[in-house]
Structures are given as structure tokens and as C-alpha cells.
């Protein structure tokens, strides 16, 4: 079972910059497909970004595609999510997810397909 936290969150401007970091433990983390989801105050949870267990492979919400960049570092067990070009829409507490998979490449996108999730971490983007 993974173990997950995530850190990096805070208040930035407008077209700001942050990066979030998800630490994993527990399981060998080559193994596990890892994404980023994120809630907005009175909204449901949402998928941001995914990427693959060898890294090969990244899946993007077209709300944050070509501002954000999913990446994974196995040897540091970490898998980070940079953000740029942050807007007010960004606000929210982000999630980071974990699923074994076999497959290398697969990118589930689908929450309900994520078993292991985080605490989360609050992003806000202030005007």
C-alpha cells in the first residue's frame, strides 16, 4: 500500500508559479502510475495530470494544459506537478494519487481508478 504527502502549496499571485511535490512510501514507487487531482471550494474533485510509471507517458485536463507539467523522479520516490501561468480558477486543494499497475505506459485518468490518495495541499491564486 502507498503512502502519500504532499507539500508545496501556497498563496501565489496571478500568473504565478508553484510546484507540488508528492513524497511516496510503502511500495516500490516504479510501479505505481501517479497523478494529480484537484477541489474547488463547492466543486467536485477534478483530474489535472497523470503520468505513467516510467514516465514515458503524461496525460493532461485541457484546463491546465501547456501551464502545468507532471514529472516523476523514481530514484527520489517524488512525483511534482509545476504549475505556471496560475489564475484564480487554479484555486484549490490538490491531491496526489497513486495505482499499481503492470502496464508501463497506461494513463487511468478516471478518480475512481486512483486507490491511494493523499492529504492533499491548498493552492491559492489571489487577483
Known amino acids: 500500500q502507498a503512502q502519500l504527502v504532499e507539500s508545496g502549496g501556497g498563496l501565489v499571485q496571478t500568473g504565478g508559479s508553484l510546484r507540488l511535490s508528492c513524497a511516496a512510501s510503502?511500495?516500490?514507487?516504479?510501479?505505481?502510475?501517479m497523478g494529480w487531482f484537484r477541489q474547488a471550494p463547492g466543486k467536485e474533485r477534478e483530474f489535472v495530470a497523470t503520468?505513467?510509471?516510467?514516465?514515458?507517458?503524461?496525460y493532461y485536463a485541457d484546463s491546465v494544459k501547456g501551464r502545468f507539467t507532471i514529472s516523476r523522479d523514481n530514484a527520489r520516490n517524488t512525483v511534482y506537478l509545476q504549475m505556471d501561468t496560475l489564475n484564480v480558477e487554479d484555486t484549490a486543494v490538490y491531491y496526489c494519487?497513486?495505482?499499481?499497475?503492470?502496464?508501463?505506459?497506461?494513463?487511468?485518468?478516471?478518480?475512481?481508478?486512483?486507490?491511494?490518495w493523499g492529504r492533499g495541499t491548498q493552492v491559492t491564486v489571489s487577483s
Open positions: 494519487a497513486a495505482r499499481s499497475t503492470i502496464l508501463a505506459n497506461t494513463l487511468a485518468h478516471r478518480e475512481s481508478e486512483f486507490p491511494y
Open positions: 503520468i505513467s510509471r516510467s514516465g514515458a507517458g503524461t
Open positions: 510503502g511500495r516500490t514507487f516504479s510501479n505505481y502510475q
